[in-house]
């Protein structure tokens, strides 16, 4: 079991930057890949960025690229997305999920073969 614990949301004006924290307890965090996904209201869920166990391989959604960085820090059991010149359509609920680097060698981008997930943090961007 992998309880993962989302935080660092709130409300932002338009422009801002936002670092957002995703931190694990339970079985080993350097085990799994890590994804972050956003589900804005009446929306299905969104891939944003995944990163490998080791941290050496990162993968983002196309729409996803240039504003938004995914790192992890296997010492503290946490990974991280940090998003540049927030907009208002990047309001949603933002998740990260965590998947078996031993079943799964590769990151992926669909939320199911993701096995655990945060509870989600609301990020609001106004204008």
């Known amino acids: 079991q992998v309880w993962l614990v989302v935080s660092g949301g709130g409300l932002v004006q338009a422009g801002a930057s936002l670092r957002l924290f995703c931190t694990a307890s339970?079985?080993?965090?350097?085990?799994?890949?890590m994804g972050w996904f956003r589900q804005a209201p009446g929306k299905e869920r969104e891939f944003i960025a995944a990163?490998?166990?080791?941290?050496?391989?990162?993968d983002y959604a196309k729409s996803m690229k240039g504003r938004f960085t995914i790192s992890r820090d296997n010492a503290a059991n946490t990974a991280y997305l940090h998003v540049n010149n927030l907009k208002p359509e990047d309001t949603a609920v933002y998740y990260c999920?965590?998947?078996?680097?031993?079943?799964?060698?590769?990151?992926?981008?669909?939320?199911?073969?993701?096995?655990?997930w945060g509870q989600g943090t609301q990020v609001t961007v106004s204008s």
């Open positions: 999920a965590a998947s078996s680097a031993t079943f799964l060698p590769v990151i992926v981008n669909d939320p199911q073969r993701y096995t655990y």
């Open positions: 339970g079985r080993t965090f350097s085990d799994y890949h």
């Open positions: 990163i490998s166990w080791s941290g050496a391989t990162a």
